[in-house]
């Protein structure tokens, strides 16, 4: 089976740095993405790793270590619009299904 | 990126009817599924459906209950039978394009009295 863990809040300051963590547990894996939902709103791909080390696409940036069964994102210069909820999310093989984390809720303070 | 509507977006039904959500898609796809999120949770993969090849359901899904059809990679439905107010959830179609980025559509807000 497939279990994510990632924590179900984050609180952090506008202009600051967070992180979300993931931890995973998969009979087989092939990537780890993340994905942004604000309230209302479909979710949205944000970034995907399928190799050790970091990928940074502008303020976001995604990391892993397949040895650890571990990834994180990282958002910098927060902006009040990054408010939402943010989900990993595995997949066994190329073609397989993708299995969604619970989510983060990440709240930001002006 | 697939851009995916979805209809209706959203809906109130009796307890006992059942409801057929449209997914569209502006472009080709193989793989396409079907989740359902309940407010403020995770997603849920009810069945994957690839054209050409029947639906596989999940752990907890039912063809019975929710019956799936892909005519063709641009189109699918998901009727949701005999509906219950457990049934009242936000149903989401998405597509994989490439080998892992995925794309939703704005979907379905089912409500069930």
């Known amino acids: 089976g497939q279990s994510l863990e990632q924590p179900s809040e984050v609180t952090a300051v506008e202009g600051a740095i967070v992180q979300i963590n993931c931890t995973y547990q998969?009979?087989?894996?092939?990537?780890l993405s993340w994905y942004q939902q604000h309230d209302g709103g479909a979710p949205t791909f944000l970034s995907y790793n399928a190799l050790d080390g970091l990928e940074e696409t502008g303020r976001f940036s995604s990391f892993l270590s397949r040895s650890d069964s571990y990834g994180y994102l990282l958002l910098q210069e927060l902006q009040m619009k990054d408010s939402a909820s943010y989900f990993c999310?595995?997949?066994?093989?190329?073609?397989?299904?993708?299995?969604f984390g619970k989510g983060t809720r990440l709240h930001i303070l002006p | 990126s697939a851009v995916i509507s979805q209809k209706p977006s959203r809906d109130i039904c009796q307890r006992g009817t059942s409801l057929t959500i449209q997914c569209q898609v502006d472009?080709?796809?193989?793989?396409m599924f079907w989740y359902r999120q309940q407010p403020g949770q995770s997603l849920t993969l009810i069945a994957t459906?690839?054209?050409?090849?029947?639906?596989?359901?999940e752990s907890g899904f039912v063809i019975d209950k929710f019956p799936i059809s892909r005519p063709n990679l641009t189109f699918s439905t998901l009727t949701v039978s005999n509906m219950s107010p457990e049934d009242s959830s936000i149903y989401l179609c998405?597509?994989?394009?490439?080998?892992?980025?995925?794309?939703f559509g704005p979907g379905t807000r089912l409500t069930v009295t």
């Open positions: 998969t009979s087989g894996f092939y990537g």
């Open positions: 472009s080709q796809v193989t793989m």
């Open positions: 998405s597509v994989r394009q490439g080998f892992h980025e995925q794309y």
């Open positions: 459906a690839n054209q050409g090849s029947e639906a596989t359901y």
């Open positions: 999310a595995v997949n066994g093989n190329r073609d397989d299904k993708i299995i």
